[in-house]
């Protein structure tokens, strides 16, 4: 019933940039917290950001912080990640999700564990 969907992925060369969106369907946002998380090849899934309804101080992974940065738009029922100083470690596919349980933070820690709804997935290449 609750449909999120990626865009605005693809390949970009070390240190460019790329703005991802996520449209939610099937649930508002306007009170709940929402994520992004990415999954490289052979490795785990993790946290990258997460956006509280309050629109307080956005959580940002270590390894994206100062590059990445979150926003919503509660009248488009949408968010966005715009990512700049891409480097080659940020291969992956890109996911959003809301947590398992509605919540108006963001849970802490970070965990995919912690969040139910999740988008397909987009991927974004960063290679010369």
């Known amino acids: 019933q609750v449909h999120l969907v990626e865009s605005g992925g693809g390949l970009v060369e070390p240190g460019g940039s790329l703005r991802l969106s996520c449209t939610v369907s099937?649930?508002?946002?306007?009170?709940?917290?929402i994520g992004w998380f990415r999954q490289a090849p052979e490795k785990e899934r993790e946290g990258v950001s997460c956006?509280?309804?309050?629109?307080?101080?956005?959580y940002y992974a270590d390894f994206v912080k100062g590059r990445f940065t979150i926003s919503r738009d509660n009248d488009k029922n949408m968010i966005y990640q715009e990512m700049n100083s891409l480097k080659p470690e940020d291969t992956a596919v890109y996911h959003c999700?809301?947590?398992?349980?509605?919540?108006?933070?963001?849970?802490?820690?970070?965990?995919?564990?912690?969040?139910?709804?999740w988008g397909q997935g987009i991927p974004v290449t960063v290679s010369s």
């Open positions: 099937g649930f508002s946002l306007e009170y709940y917290a």
């Open positions: 956006i509280s309804s309050d629109d307080g101080e956005p």
């Open positions: 999700a809301l947590p398992l349980y509605p919540a108006t933070y963001c849970p802490s820690p970070m965990a995919p564990l912690k969040f139910g709804s």
